[in-house]
């Protein structure tokens, strides 16, 4: 077993053009569907208009929402998109899990369960409007802190139980606990943090402030550093800790580094923008799919393309371009992972040979 | 990709079903005798022994749905050939609430001891029913699915006035009207013109035996309204332009143009900016439309549940530059509230109409009622 494997991650030279083009190919997708994102949206504007707002000082109102509301909103999806994916490509390296994504493992429920804290736990008195401004930083922090309990929860239960099975279901008990606190929350909660939790939990991309974008771009720049230099630790840890741990790696410090950088990822997006589902999950297996390889140092880079590529395309779809309404991004999301879970559920007889 | 685009066809498909849903209007049924004038939801006829209560579609997206109830004089014999549990033996004596929308109503007929349970006492403004909360002569009952049903049966009211709910609370409902306890539907928040809204006092006229008082406080709200409405038709000519809410996130729920503010902004001489849109709901609109549409307000009126400029930058610092925000022209609803978040404007907003008209010609056209002081509203600095 353990030879093929190797063979499948030494990089094969006819190979190497093939995945320049998709990289290549990629990279072209991340930049037209970014340039689309900015150029639809719910008010119909001329591409001549948008143009003229981005290059022109015109300060009209066109300006103002280009730059004010698509350009951050744009950058925002992208970041996401980027985030999640490499998130849940960790996750399902370290847990040698195909199911594992933040939003399965329970990492995003424990940064929901931070958020639900801080948005239904204040007393009647603290509306939830206020704590939009200074409250956000109180947001992201419980929001870190609950992804990064529930991490070194499943980080400890996974070094026992090495069933990965047991683990998902585990995983998903954990989330299930979760939402009955937040439930009992919700319960006691008044109608306007009522509001404000569920919207919160739809997902939402574009009330990012500069600021928050800056936090945000900062955090996912860290964990996206982390994980590229993370490349060879996870190509080891894919082939069982034990032998990672005979060809010299730091068992222990491989984890801690690939656990800060998922909680930091997953964490910050949730605080931010919501827990934005399936992203995590279906993104490296499109990935995986897309270059035939589970070598992380192709695996990472395509990961934070199409993460973004598919994060864009989502965006796009939820704001009904033409249209005055808007949906949730998370039901975009959902709708356009699920049916990839669901085919890798289904074909995952052939997968479990990748993990 | 074509996984892709199918889901966008599906998706757009929804949109275009549900998106924008248009109202027919509810069709008017002639009922001989019926004593309403301008209610759409309900009707009220006088039989020979009993009154016939007939709630028309009494919940949001309800049609073809009538409720009918059979209010009986106390001693007198029940109405043969009729469905037992909706007869409502009346003056009633003790009624619990399950909205404090009822309860100025109720107050205004002079018969706020009768009320004995309300959901949410928190939500509660009026200072008298506040009072006998604090005195255990009014209970809280608890909420829809968990409401508190033995308490219920200790109080044993005459009737529980619930509002609009759909087939999802029919559970709990059902539960109680096996316990024998009388249950109507009150569809007033469904009715989207403020004199209909108001009429709804004659309902509690007939729970409570005072028709006539009923009838004249209805017949002088008319007569105020239109009075007033016809005076801000004269007196002005330029139409301020009116935005309303605040977004949750990048969306921004809008009040169609057939709801029952709007049409108040209208009749006080006010072009709200969404007054071409109708539909039954408020409308998930994109932050950015709103936005768009918003930078030509000149007021901007019920934003949430905001008490300062600070809350409101704080809700998303864009909205900043909106010269509604830069003018200064910023008045909420929320004048009249208790520090548990009970607003009068949801508890007698609904029954004096021609006083929140008055508020908001008073701030779209200062010039008009100059000694007027704001009662619902308040300026938001």
Not at chain 1, 70 to 90: D, E, F, H, N, Y
Not at chain 1, 328 to 336: C, G, K, Q, W
Not at chain 2, 238 to 243: A, E, S
């Amino acid at each position: 077993m353990k030879t093929v494997k190797q063979n499948e991650l030494s990089v094969d030279p006819d190979s190497g053009r093939k995945v320049r083009l998709i990289f290549s190919g990629l990279l072209l997708l991340v930049v037209i569907f970014l340039i689309l994102d900015i150029f639809l949206g719910s008010v119909s504007i001329k591409p001549l208009d948008v143009i003229r707002a981005i290059f022109t000082n015109s300060h009209g109102d066109f300006e103002t929402i280009i730059l004010k509301f698509r350009l951050p909103k744009a950058i925002t999806a992208l970041t996401v998109g980027v985030a999640l994916s490499l998130s849940g490509l960790q996750m399902q390296t370290v847990f040698r899990n195909p199911m594992a994504g933040p939003d399965v493992l329970g990492i995003s429920s424990g940064a929901s369960l931070g958020v639900a804290f801080v948005i239904l736990g204040f007393s009647s008195n603290v509306t939830p409007e206020s704590l939009n401004g200074l409250g956000n930083w109180i947001l992201v922090t419980a929001s870190w802190v609950g992804a990064g309990a529930v991490m070194l929860l499943i980080m400890i239960i996974s070094s026992r139980v090495k069933d990965i099975m047991t683990i998902l279901i585990l995983g998903i008990m954990l989330s299930a606990g979760i939402s009955a606190v937040v439930t009992i929350m919700q319960y006691f909660s008044n109608e306007t943090m009522l509001k404000a939790y569920v919207i919160w939990t739809m997902g939402s991309l574009g009330n990012l402030t500069v600021s928050q974008l800056n936090v945000l771009l900062i955090s996912v720049s860290a964990g996206i550093i982390l994980s590229l230099f993370s490349s060879k630790m996870l190509n080891a840890l894919l082939l069982g800790e034990n032998y990672a741990g005979s060809i010299g790696l730091n068992v222990k410090f491989a984890r801690a580094v690939i656990f800060a950088s998922t909680s930091i990822m997953a964490g910050s997006v949730t605080a931010f923008c919501g827990p934005i589902g399936f992203i995590g999950i279906a993104v490296p297996h499109i990935v995986r799919i897309l270059f035939k390889t589970s070598d992380h140092k192709v695996l990472i880079p395509g990961t934070i393309l199409m993460g973004g590529v598919v994060m864009l395309f989502s965006d796009i779809v939820s704001q009904l371009p033409g249209s005055e309404s808007v949906l949730p991004v998370n039901a975009v999301t959902s709708l356009i992972g699920i049916p990839v879970v669901i085919w890798v559920i289904l074909r995952n007889r052939k997968y479990t040979g990748s993990f | 990709m074509n996984t892709f685009k199918s889901i966008l066809i599906i998706l757009c498909l929804t949109f275009a079903s549900c998106g924008r849903v248009e109202k027919k209007g509810l069709v008017k049924f002639i009922v001989a005798g019926n004593r309403i004038e301008r209610a759409e939801r309900f009707t009220l006829v006088q039989k020979n022994r009993w009154t016939e209560v007939k709630i028309i579609d009494p919940w949001q997206g309800a049609t073809g749905v009538n409720q009918i109830y059979y209010l009986v004089k106390r001693g007198s014999v029940l109405p043969g050939g009729v469905d037992s549990s909706a007869v409502i033996f009346v003056p009633l004596k003790k009624i619990i609430c399950m909205s404090t929308t009822h309860l100025a109503m109720i107050s205004a007929l002079g018969e706020e001891q009768t009320i004995a349970g309300v959901s949410g006492t928190n939500f509660i403004y009026s200072p008298a029913i506040i009072k006998n909360v604090e005195k255990g002569l009014v209970v809280d009952v608890g909420y829809e699915a968990n409401l508190n049903k033995e308490l219920i049966l200790k109080i044993s009211p005459d009737l529980i006035m619930i509002y609009g709910i759909g087939s999802e609370s029919s559970g709990y409902l059902g539960k109680i009207k096996e316990l024998g306890i009388k249950v109507i539907i009150n569809a007033d928040y469904l009715e989207t013109d403020p004199l209909s809204r108001a009429e709804w006092i004659k309902l509690f006229g007939a729970l409570y035996c005072k028709e006539n008082l009923a009838d004249s406080l209805y017949k002088s709200e008319v007569d105020e309204y239109t009075r007033l409405k016809s005076f801000i038709v004269q007196k002005t000519t330029n139409k301020p332009k009116v935005l309303l809410g605040l977004p949750f996130k990048d969306t921004w729920y809008i009040s169609p143009g057939n709801s029952f503010i709007s049409k108040l902004i209208n009749d006080a001489g006010g072009d709200y900016l969404w007054m071409d849109t109708e539909s039954s709901i408020s409308m998930p609109f994109g932050l950015e439309n709103v936005y768009l549409r918003g930078l030509k307000a000149d007021y901007w009126l019920n934003i949430g549940s905001v008490s300062s400029r600070n809350e409101i930058s704080n809700v998303d610092p864009r909205l900043d530059d909106l010269p509604c925000f830069k003018n200064d022209n910023l008045f909420n609803n929320n004048n009249r509230i208790t520090v548990n978040g009970g607003n009068d404007y949801w508890e007698s907003g609904s029954l004096y109409p021609h006083l929140l008209l008055k508020d908001i010609a008073t701030i779209l056209h200062p010039e008009l009622f100059s000694d007027h002081e704001l009662i619902f509203y308040k300026k938001i600095n």
